[in-house]
């Protein structure tokens, strides 16, 4: 069984920073895509920036220059490193991954997204 589990969020003044982890955990054969997305009260989840498995990365024009993401491929772990956090910002952070499990020794899965909890992000002064 595969779980991402998301950490590090938290209550941060507006133009403060913050980083946020998460560490994909189970019987993973191998990961595609990871990537964080945001749900504010009364919208949609939004995508917040994507790093594919080579390490090329995509980011929503609202975080381009502020927020930067990467991933430690060796313990399965995206980061989000946010600078210049804005109000705007707050949101609970998902993370996401596209992963083939490992069901046996000889069995790998078919590629499934899997999401973390989340992890709340509060910008406010």
């Known amino acids: 069984q595969v779980q991402l589990v998301e950490s590090g969020g938290g209550l941060v003044q507006p133009g403060g920073s913050l980083t946020l982890s998460c560490v994909a955990s189970?019987?993973?054969?191998?990961?595609?895509?990871m990537g964080w997305y945001r749900q504010a009260p009364g919208n949609q989840r939004e995508l917040v920036a994507i790093?594919?498995?080579?390490?090329?990365?995509i980011y929503a024009d609202s975080v381009k220059g502020r927020f930067t993401i990467s991933r430690d491929n060796a313990k399965n772990t995206v980061y989000l490193q946010m600078n210049s956090l804005k109000p705007e910002d707050t949101a609970v952070y998902y993370c996401k991954a596209d992963l083939w499990e490992k069901i046996s020794r000889v069995v790998v899965s078919t590629k499934s997204t899997y999401w973390g909890q989340g992890t709340q992000v509060t910008v406010s002064s």
């Open positions: 790093i594919t498995s080579g390490g090329g990365t």
């Open positions: 189970g019987s993973i054969f191998s990961i595609d895509d």
